[in-house]
């Protein structure tokens, strides 16, 4: 007797899934162990299920096709390792530690503008040094790592100089410039809720003074950067982050002169307060400079196809990309270079920091060529096709709030997020027409929730955090039940976003 094609397909895709539920939820495997995990039970699948599909060659092909999640991933190491050893991070710090005398202004400052400046090239490399200066400020370790996680989780969207957007481009076959708007509108009531959540969790007395003041200027900022260049200036969406913070530092500075808060003595003249900036400032100019004609067009020509198979093309430039851009400032870094030895400053020169930067990464980079291949197998066998299709038959209403949910909890169990959202966004171009709704609003959302809202709950992150915050085993089932009251409010909250879009969209 023959499988109904939608029973076999949403079968054979769960189990993979569940294998990722299990390993990475219930035995707490790390990510590269649960990827392979998952990797050969789909294996074991298209065998059994789908032998007409290739492994090998949808797996490579998945990976080429994620080549720029690859090379803002490398990138992204190298410049964490650049940026540090050169102590332009360390003065950064110390620019910003010099602001406030209050514990929770340098909380703010060190989360707000770090979190932004340093998580626009690579969102990993904030961690070390957020929570553990949070908690050098005299909050409790597994208060600085939730805390963080949680304020950091709206950002996530927009980190790796909008790694998530490129990943959707490649499983949409959009142009990323549609999916700005959706993504930045998302974003903005996430902004406040975790900005609040952020000061809950460190348990912060918003009823003295300045606190409350400091915050909602510190949310506003960050708002203030997502729509100028979302919604205003979308053709400049790879400066999210890195406006969202200069305005945070702008909003928090004015106010503290204005209110002539005490503030710390830094002794570094005007040009030591510019050198950690300046690298950025290039970077910044370098991404300008590339959409000015005639180079815009130079650039565009230096672009390739290479097919692979009976697949789709996949076009490369790699020159034109978020991976070049981090490169860049990596490396112009070396020009700023701080010669008078900063603390926990490494003595480095850039070849030895490429090669520690790639070895760095090694695993992140294994975990995603596994996520990827998965994704791959499910792609050439229809498994994630049948899966949307199953999805679709709910209605466009109940279809977007079931999505945001599918997202928030794939963005949980996959070991990154950089397949989930490949899978997600691949799923929803045999499903927009079904439901009626634009495709860039139902890949929006997918991006959106499983990069930002599932991230501060992932065991693997919530155990590397713990650690760097120094807080005890004991402390990480609080760091979770912690976390999830606040992504669910922020999923409730998408939610409702989603339903008005589709109201206002059917």
Do not use: C
Request: glycine share 10%; no cysteine.
């Amino acid at each position: 007797m023959s499988i109904d094609a939608d029973v076999l397909g949403t079968a054979t895709f769960l189990l993979p899934v569940i294998t990722l539920f299990v390993g990475f939820l219930i035995l707490k495997w790390d990510a590269l162990k649960v990827s392979a995990a998952a990797w050969i039970v789909e294996v074991i699948v298209v065998l059994a299920a789908y032998p007409e599909a290739s492994i090998i060659r949808s797996t490579i092909w998945a990976n080429v096709d994620l080549w720029t999640g690859f090379a803002v991933l490398w990138t992204g190491f190298i410049f964490r390792q650049m940026y540090t050893n050169t102590g332009l991070l360390q003065r950064l710090v110390n620019i910003l530690d010099s602001l406030f005398k209050s514990s929770w202004g340098k909380a703010l400052t060190l989360s707000g503008v770090v979190g932004g400046l340093i998580g626009a090239f690579n969102g990993f490399a904030t961690y070390p040094v957020t929570i553990a200066g949070i908690k050098e400020l005299g909050y409790k370790g597994w208060r600085a790592a939730t805390g963080y996680l949680v304020f950091f989780s709206a950002s996530l969207a927009f980190v790796s100089l909008w790694i998530a957007a490129h990943i959707a481009e490649v499983g949409s076959h959009l142009p990323i410039i549609d999916l700005v708007p959706y993504m930045g509108v998302f974003s903005i009531p996430l902004t406040f809720l975790s900005a609040f959540g952020f000061a809950y969790i460190l348990q912060v007395n918003l009823r003295e003074e300045h606190n409350l003041a400091l915050l909602i200027l510190t949310a506003l900022g960050s708002v203030t950067g997502i729509v100028i260049f979302t919604l205003i200036i979308p053709s400049l969406y790879l400066l999210t982050l890195i406006g969202s913070s200069m305005f945070i530092l702008l909003y928090l500075v004015a106010y503290s002169r204005a209110k002539k808060l005490e503030r710390e003595k830094l002794g570094v003249s005007a040009g030591g307060i510019i050198q950690p900036f300046a690298p950025i400032i290039i970077g910044i100019l370098v991404i300008l400079l590339w959409k000015i004609e005639p180079i815009a067009g130079i650039i565009a020509k230096a672009e390739f196809t290479l097919n692979l198979w009976s697949f789709r093309a996949v076009n490369i430039n790699l020159i034109d990309n978020p991976g070049f851009f981090i490169l860049v400032i990596a490396l112009v870094s070396y020009l700023f270079k701080i010669h008078s030895k900063e603390p926990n400053q490494k003595s480095s020169n850039p070849i030895k920091d490429i090669v520690s930067g790639t070895k760095m990464g090694g695993r992140t980079l294994a975990t995603l060529f596994l996520g990827g291949g998965l994704v791959g197998m499910m792609l050439s066998t229809g498994q994630i096709a049948t899966v949307g299709h199953v999805m679709s038959n709910l209605g466009s209403l109940a279809y977007g709030g079931v999505l945001a949910l599918f997202s928030f909890i794939s963005g949980i169990v996959f070991a990154q997020g950089i397949p989930a959202d490949l899978m997600l966004s691949s799923m929803q171009v045999g499903v927009s027409v079904a439901v009626g709704l634009p495709l860039a609003f139902i890949v929006a959302i997918a991006a959106t929730v499983v990069m930002g809202p599932a991230n501060p709950l992932k065991p693997s992150l919530l155990s590397y955090t713990a650690k760097v915050a120094g807080a005890p085993e004991e402390d990480h089932p609080q760091m979770f039940r912690t976390a999830l009251l606040w992504q669910i409010a922020a999923l409730i909250i998408i939610v409702v976003e989603v339903a008005i879009g589709v109201i206002f969209f059917v």
